[in-house]
């Protein structure tokens, strides 16, 4: 049955405390690595190998002690943003909401998930970095799977764009990028695959990720940009009320299998995936036990939210008031710049702000 209703939607209110552990929200992210280890230890190694042999090596071209060296990897980004607000994208039904609020955002560096991209372009947003995870094929589809144009017309947008990119990515989505590649490694507890990648070459920018894209484009925001405070759009790690996994048509969306239900952040019951449920519990613990103003701007998803509330170590608002909040000494720059004349062409006084 589907039935179309109109409803207000109120944040849940906020709990004293998180009502579980870091420790434990840490220990259910990490319930499945070894599984995912031993099902992508050959594609990692393999993918790390060919990537090396084409595009290495990791730590930059030329020689690191002459003039004519050039780092390729994230840590050259360091403190790239320090102490500025950051915005990092997911791909969650959600993303939708914050498109108006991302075409008034001029100052505030944003930082998405590549399955984005097309998305992003579609609706002429700027966004500073890209960033890679995941090692399958897939990578290649999904960055037009969605999309008002072919594949081959989102590739020539990458021409100008940069793209973090995990050193294991899959060789042929590093291939097809036409813009700067970034690269980083992932601490994976496994001494075959340390062993197999120092053999080919050291390289020790990590980038901890929670086992997820969206992780790793925070962890770069946060660590290696030094941004302060981060803002999460499109992280669901839900289904939406119509069933939709991401902001555009996909081939995922109806395809709940074997679902969990929990609530959202309005308190209305949705469903996730236990991976997905998984993931946002490393986010939530990150929130608790690392120092930072964590902001969810999602309007909608399950980031932060219980039965009983929402935790308090994740702000739930709206995407445009977080916006606004750095560009609000815009409206006052017509009064500023004109001194001896400050009433704007439509209005009968000179603004004043509060």
């Known amino acids: 049955m589907k039935r179309i209703v109109e409803m207000d939607l109120e944040f849940l209110p906020y709990l004293n405390e998180a009502p579980v552990q870091p420790a434990q929200l840490q220990k259910q992210a990490t319930s499945n690595d070894e599984v995912t280890i031993n099902a992508w230890r050959d594609t990692w190694i393999s993918n790390m190998k060919a990537n090396h042999e084409k595009h290495g090596p990791f730590v930059g071209k030329g020689e690191p002690e002459s003039d004519d060296f050039k780092p390729t990897h994230?840590?050259?980004?360091?403190?790239?943003?320090?102490?500025?607000?950051?915005?990092?994208?997911?791909?969650?039904p959600s993303l939708k909401n914050a498109i108006p609020a991302l075409k008034e955002n001029k100052t505030i560096p944003?930082?998405?998930?590549?399955?984005?991209?097309?998305?992003?372009?579609d609706n002429?947003?700027?966004?500073?970095?890209?960033?890679?995870?995941?090692?399958?094929?897939?990578?290649?589809?999904e960055?037009?799977?969605?999309?008002?144009?072919p594949l081959g017309y989102y590739l020539n947008k990458t021409a100008d764009q940069t793209l973090a990119a995990f050193v294991s990515s899959d060789?042929?989505?590093?291939d097809s990028w036409q813009g700067e590649i970034s690269w980083f490694n992932c601490g994976i507890p496994d001494d075959k695959i340390r062993k197999e990648f120092e053999a080919v070459e050291k390289f020790e920018v990590y980038v901890s990720n929670g086992g997820n894209v969206l992780g790793a484009?925070?962890?770069?925001?946060?660590?290696?940009?030094g941004c302060n405070p981060i803002a999460y759009s499109g992280a669901d790690f839900c289904f939406d009320y119509m069933k939709k996994f991401h902001p555009w048509d996909s081939k995922y969306d109806g395809k709940l299998g074997r679902a969990l239900i929990k609530n959202d952040i309005f308190g209305n019951k949705v469903y996730t995936w236990q991976s997905y449920q998984n993931f946002c519990g490393w986010f939530e613990g990150v929130s608790i036990k690392c120092p930072g103003i964590w902001c969810n701007i999602s309007e909608?998803?399950?980031?932060?939210?219980?039965?009983?509330?929402?935790i308090p170590s994740i702000r739930q608002l709206a995407a445009i008031d977080f916006v606004r909040m750095y560009h609000i000494c815009e409206e006052v720059r017509y009064m500023c710049e004109n001194p001896t004349n400050a009433t704007e062409p439509g209005f009968t006084a000179p603004k004043i702000l509060f």
């Open 74 to 92: 994230i840590g050259a980004q360091f403190n790239r943003f320090r102490n500025q607000p950051c915005i990092v994208l997911g791909s969650g």
């Open 110 to 121: 944003v930082i998405s998930c590549l399955h984005n991209f097309h998305y992003l372009m």
């Open 124 to 141: 002429d947003i700027k966004v500073d970095l890209w960033v890679t995870l995941d090692s399958g094929k897939i990578t290649i589809e």
């Open 143 to 149: 960055i037009a799977e969605g999309g008002d144009e």
């Open 171 to 174: 060789p042929g989505l590093i």
């Open 217 to 225: 484009a925070m962890y770069i925001a946060k660590a290696i940009w």
């Open 300 to 310: 909608g998803g399950s980031l932060g939210a219980y039965p009983q509330g929402n």
